[in-house]
């Protein structure tokens, strides 16, 4: 088994931004460094594996704060990922459960990107449908297959996103150069109506990917791995909820590193040994998944779990 120290490098292309929750009722505004591609990336550092960041950040004052928070996390920030006018902003509603909306002041751009001693790509969420950089990063996961494993998280929002039909084809195309997928149970109605689950997690597979899974909070998960054939449901981790900022991410975050840590992500060879893997091979990695997204829950913010906490 390979150290998580001596796995090729992990590169998330997506946005990072500030932050901004207000709560429910009565209580004042806070804010955190979010954005759902960098939750990802400091979630795989907070477990101990080399994770680079392509963001879009300004050199303004929320721009330093997001660079040396990430700076904390140990995510290294590629180059060319501090051009943009201004540092991206997200404000989060929270219901009376907990449950966050969102209202977004964003740009996004991607430039070149040297993928060499790059193990694994990830992306998803707004930075895979925004233009400009939303084409070129359809183009990078083409090209990372040549040397790397993918996975995605469409993570939809739609109010930037617009109508799901606007947006399901680029989704599709994203889904269809991954080797796993991650999904809500409200990205599917977003983007499917009243199709099934199960329905979709299928198509999503016949599309490309060999593992396709959706979350759906206190329902658990949807898990299905394609070329077996076969989907099981999650059971719920039971959890005290204090908010669900992050939830899904840090489940990402979770899950990649397991399938990095069993060899099944990582390289190309390590695509094959993924085609070939059953339940029982991806189990270990579905614990980590549930574990690290029961820990975000249970604190405010997008907290990454180390693997000592989760011990």
């Known amino acids: 088994m390979t150290h998580p120290s001596e796995q ?3 590169l998330t292309i997506g946005e990072v931004l500030v932050d901004i929750v207000v709560p429910h009722g009565e209580g004042e505004p806070t804010s955190h460094v979010g954005g759902s591609p960098a939750n990802v990336a400091i979630g795989l550092a907070a477990l101990d ?12 004052e929320l721009g330093v704060r997001v660079r040396e928070h990430l700076l904390d996390a140990d995510v290294v920030l590629t180059p060319g990922s501090t051009q943009a006018p201004s540092t991206s902003t997200a404000t989060a509603h929270l219901d009376a459960d907990g449950i966050a909306t969102y209202d ?10 040297d993928l060499r001693g790059i193990g694994h790509l990830h992306t998803g969420s707004i930075a895979a449908t925004l233009e400009p950089g939303g084409s070129v990063i359809v183009d990078l996961m083409a090209q990372a297959r040549a040397c790397a494993t993918v996975s995605y998280d469409p993570n ?28 809500s149970l409200e990205d599917v109605e977003w983007l499917y109506g009243d199709a099934g689950v199960a329905d979709v997690v299928y198509l999503w ?23 077996a054939a076969v989907t099981i449901e999650l059971e719920p981790t039971t959890v005290s909820v204090v908010d669900t900022v992050g939830a899904g991410d840090s489940f990402m975050a979770g899950l990649l590193s397991g399938l990095l840590d069993a060899e099944l992500l990582g390289s190309p060879q390590a695509r094959e040994r993924l085609q070939r893997a059953d339940l029982e091979d991806i189990a270990p990695a579905l614990q980590r998944a549930c574990a690290t997204a029961a820990y975000t829950v249970g604190r405010a913010g997008a907290a990454a779990p180390t693997r000592a906490e989760l011990a």
Do not use: N
């Open 156 to 183: 939809c929002r739609p109010t930037i996103m617009g109508r799901p039909e606007d947006s399901r084809g680029r989704i599709e195309d994203c889904i269809g150069r991954s080797d796993v997928v991650k999904a």
């Open 49 to 60: 594996h080399d994770s680079r960041l392509t963001a879009y950040l300004a050199q303004d």
């Open 104 to 113: 977004f002041d964003l740009a996004w751009e991607v430039g070149p990107q």
């Open 205 to 227: 597979g016949r599309l490309g990917p060999e593992l396709v899974i959706v979350t759906r909070g206190e329902k658990g998960a949807v898990v299905h791995l394609s070329r």
């Open 8 to 10: 090729h490098s992990v």
